[in-house]
């Protein structure tokens, strides 16, 4: 699909259809239509809606995290998804698919956190892989990362899964940044952007697309972004010298999305965490060359909660330049809120249809893998 079409169905595209496109949320069930009354409940608790084909049906979402449980959003912190179990994640993805098809809607993106190491949604009999660090400390990490990815790729595609939230770009230069630990490759850019873009490689060349994360770093701080705002004090020059090479060779290897980090880095913006910030969105574009889709961490998350409403902060997150809100704390609300801000003018036309943009052009390149 060239540019101009892609155009085209965005011009055909009602308001509330494309900027459903740009969220990525999760749901209970084992199918799209699940009436398990557990399912039902934790459904309605989360979306307003009783199942999978209601969200798609109602919100148009442009894609689905599969998630085991959430247990810091308290609105139901111990109840199981039921899509992480390898036995019935591609039926419950097909499902969903289906349902997508049904009501008129784009190919749904389907992703899933699947590091290795302490990071593994989908479960046994599903394969369970070794952390970052323990490639980061062998002689042959390289070739072991681009390996790990490739089998990533292979057992993720057939469930339907079509991007993995990893790797972890972080270079852990803080031993007490608990929130990153063992999930990154190292210690020293040297040692982590290699395996960053043999992972890249090797997830690509199994038909599944890689998100870089956190940007622009992590691994500095000492504040786990679920529970509050980490805050990066180190200056542009040592940005560039250790956190950023890491995601620019992941960039140069092909990676298709960037994560934006619930991080608040003066050197950057002064005011605003990363996956608010428009002056993060500029440099991961216009330095660092990367064109493809940017996707906030879970919206849901600590970090955030000085920094307005739950529907507020997804309209800021698009303001920035970002193209998919991922969890949203009410995607009840935030839908229609996005909407609004369309209509009124507070959030330009053009931002949504860029960010539907980007989305459109990547589902198009998965579906030719």
Same mark, same amino acid.
């Given at each position: 699909?060239?540019?101009?079409?892609?155009?085209?169905?965005?011009?055909?595209?009602?308001?509330?259809?494309?900027?459903?496109?740009?969220?990525?949320?999760?749901?209970?069930?084992?199918?799209?239509?699940?009436?398990?009354?557990?399912?039902?409940?934790?459904?309605?608790?989360?979306?307003?809606?009783?199942?999978?084909?209601?969200?798609?049906?109602?919100?148009?979402?442009?894609?689905?995290?599969?998630?085991?449980?959430?247990?810091?959003?308290?609105?139901?912190?111990?109840?199981?998804?039921?899509?992480?179990?390898?036995?019935?994640?591609?039926?419950?993805?097909?499902?969903?698919?289906?349902?997508?098809?049904?009501?008129?809607?784009?190919?749904?993106?389907?992703?899933?956190?699947?590091?290795?190491?302490?990071?593994?949604?989908?479960?046994?009999?599903?394969?369970?892989?070794?952390?970052?660090?323990?490639?980061?400390?062998?002689?042959?990490?390289? #070739? @072991?990362?681009? &390996?790990?990815?490739?089998? +990533?790729?292979? %057992? $993720?595609?057939?469930? /339907? *899964?079509?991007?993995?939230?990893?790797?972890?770009?972080?270079?852990?230069?803080?031993?007490?940044?608990?929130?990153?630990?063992?999930?990154?490759?190292?210690?020293?850019?040297?040692?982590?952007?290699?395996?960053?873009?043999?992972?890249?490689?090797?997830?690509?060349?199994?038909?599944?697309?890689?998100?870089?994360?956190?940007?622009?770093?992590?691994?500095?701080?000492?504040?786990?972004?679920?529970?509050?705002?980490?805050?990066?004090?180190?200056?542009?020059?040592?940005?560039?010298?250790?956190?950023?090479?890491?995601?620019?060779?992941?960039?140069?290897?092909?990676?298709?999305?960037?994560?934006?980090?619930?991080?608040?880095?003066?050197?950057?913006?002064?005011?605003?965490?990363? #996956? @608010?910030?428009? &002056?993060?969105?500029?440099? +991961?574009?216009? %330095? $660092?060359?990367?064109? /493809? *889709?940017?996707?906030?961490?879970?919206?849901?998350?600590?970090?955030?909660?000085?920094?307005?409403?739950?529907?507020?902060?997804?309209?800021?997150?698009?303001?920035?330049?970002?193209?998919?809100?991922?969890?949203?704390?009410?995607?009840?609300?935030?839908?229609?809120?996005?909407?609004?801000?369309?209509?009124?003018?507070?959030?330009?036309?053009?931002?949504?249809?860029?960010?539907?943009?980007?989305?459109?052009?990547?589902?198009?390149?998965?579906?030719?893998?």
């Amino acid at each position: 699909m060239q540019r101009a079409d892609v155009d085209a169905q965005i011009a055909a595209m009602p308001l509330d259809r494309e900027v459903g496109q740009v969220f990525m949320t999760y749901t209970y069930g084992r199918t799209a239509t699940d009436d398990d009354a557990t399912s039902v409940a934790a459904n309605e608790t989360l979306s307003g809606v009783r199942d999978g084909a209601e969200l798609i049906s109602r919100y148009h979402v442009g894609g689905l995290l599969l998630l085991d449980t959430n247990p810091l959003d308290n609105r139901q912190p111990t109840v199981e998804t039921g899509t992480t179990d390898p036995n019935v994640t591609a039926g419950y993805t097909a499902s969903m698919q289906a349902a997508a098809a049904a009501a008129g809607d784009p190919p749904l993106l389907i992703g899933v956190d699947q590091e290795g190491g302490t990071v593994q949604r989908l479960s046994k009999p599903f394969p369970r892989f070794p952390e970052q660090a323990l490639l980061g400390r062998q002689s042959d990490g390289v #070739s @072991l990362a681009q &390996a790990q990815g490739t089998h +990533l790729g292979q %057992q $993720l595609l057939p469930l /339907g *899964v079509d991007i993995n939230f990893a790797p972890v770009a972080d270079v852990l230069t803080n031993p007490a940044d608990s929130a990153i630990g063992t999930r990154a490759f190292g210690t020293t850019a040297s040692v982590v952007s290699p395996r960053v873009a043999a992972e890249v490689r090797g997830l690509g060349g199994a038909g599944v697309a890689a998100t870089l994360k956190h940007f622009p770093g992590h691994g500095s701080t000492g504040v786990d972004s679920h529970i509050g705002l980490p805050v990066v004090t180190r200056s542009l020059a040592e940005l560039q010298a250790t956190d950023l090479p890491p995601f620019q060779a992941g960039i140069d290897a092909g990676a298709p999305l960037v994560m934006l980090g619930h991080l608040l880095v003066p050197a950057i913006d002064p005011n605003l965490p990363a #996956s @608010l910030s428009s &002056a993060t969105v500029h440099l +991961l574009r216009d %330095q $660092l060359h990367f064109d /493809g *889709v940017i996707v906030t961490d879970g919206l849901f998350m600590g970090a955030l909660f000085g920094y307005g409403s739950p529907d507020q902060i997804a309209v800021q997150a698009l303001r920035a330049g970002v193209d998919l809100l991922l969890q949203p704390r009410s995607l009840a609300t935030s839908v229609p809120a996005v909407e609004v801000a369309v209509r009124s003018g507070a959030l330009p036309k053009s931002r949504i249809d860029d960010a539907v943009r980007h989305l459109l052009l990547l589902k198009q390149r998965l579906a030719a893998d």
